[in-house]
């Protein structure tokens, strides 16, 4: 069975510093990671992915996230945070090549203090 | 591609009213979702389609819900009667079955008085 935890619901950071935003899955299979954000009274666009390929994933907007097999993560960071980064962000793992077993976390709101 | 279209983008309806909600996918995607969002709940599945057949609509809440996909370009989510706690942001999302990821709609913000 596959499920996705996000660890922090809220996450503040000052405009400029880095961000982390955490993510620990299961899966019995190889899965694939996935980052969609979120903004506000918008619909879900998508980050980031892993799919069995490099790692450390790189994304739109100056996102990444590293794929950890030992510690079963999926953590999205970037460098130095700009208020247009306030939205949501969820976590999401699939079986690997298989678009209806797809789990989504339950998001971490993300909100960037001037 | 324009993307994931859904209609309307809000909707405002009274209670017991039925309520049809649109979503054309990109074209070329095997997978169609239909999601809800709401505060208390998050993001819930209510159902899915591959080429055009219903999946999976364990997620549907009741049998007032229903959905159809006549064709590989158009689908409906149904409300019928609507009820105050249907309120939510109904999205729809289309895949190509590589596992590479949805796209999602814009979303239909749903408002049952």
């Known amino acids: 069975a596959q499920s996705v935890t996000q660890l922090d619901s809220h996450v503040s950071v000052s405009e400029g510093t880095p961000v982390l935003l955490r993510c620990n899955y299961s899966s019995s299979y190889s899965p694939s990671l996935f980052w969609y954000v979120q903004h506000p009274n918008k619909g879900l666009q998508l980050l980031l992915k892993?799919?069995?390929?490099?790692?450390l994933v790189k994304g739109i907007n100056g996102f990444e996230a590293e794929f950890k097999k030992s510690e079963t993560s999926f953590h999205l960071t970037k460098p130095s945070a700009h208020m247009s980064d306030a939205a949501e962000y969820f976590c999401?793992?699939?079986?690997?090549?298989?678009?209806?077993?797809?789990?989504f976390g339950k998001g971490t709101r993300l909100h960037i203090l001037p | 591609d324009a993307g994931v279209i859904q209609s309307p983008r809000h909707e405002v309806t009274e209670m017991g009213q039925e309520v049809t909600l649109r979503c054309k996918p990109i074209?070329?995607?095997?997978?169609l979702f239909w999601y809800r969002q709401t505060m208390m709940r998050g993001l819930e599945l209510l159902i899915y389609?591959?080429?055009?057949?219903?999946?999976?609509d364990s997620g549907m809440p009741e049998d007032r819900f229903s959905a159809k996909m006549p064709n590989a370009s158009f689908s409906t989510l149904k409300i019928q009667p609507s009820e105050p706690r249907d309120s939510a942001v109904y999205f729809c999302a289309s895949s190509p079955s590589t596992g590479n990821g949805y796209t999602f709609g814009s979303g239909t913000r749903l408002t049952v008085v």
């Open positions: 999401v793992v699939s079986e690997y090549g298989r678009d209806d077993k797809i789990i």
């Open positions: 892993y799919t069995s390929a490099a790692t």
């Open positions: 074209s070329g995607h095997d997978y």
């Open positions: 389609f591959n080429n055009n057949v219903p999946i999976d």
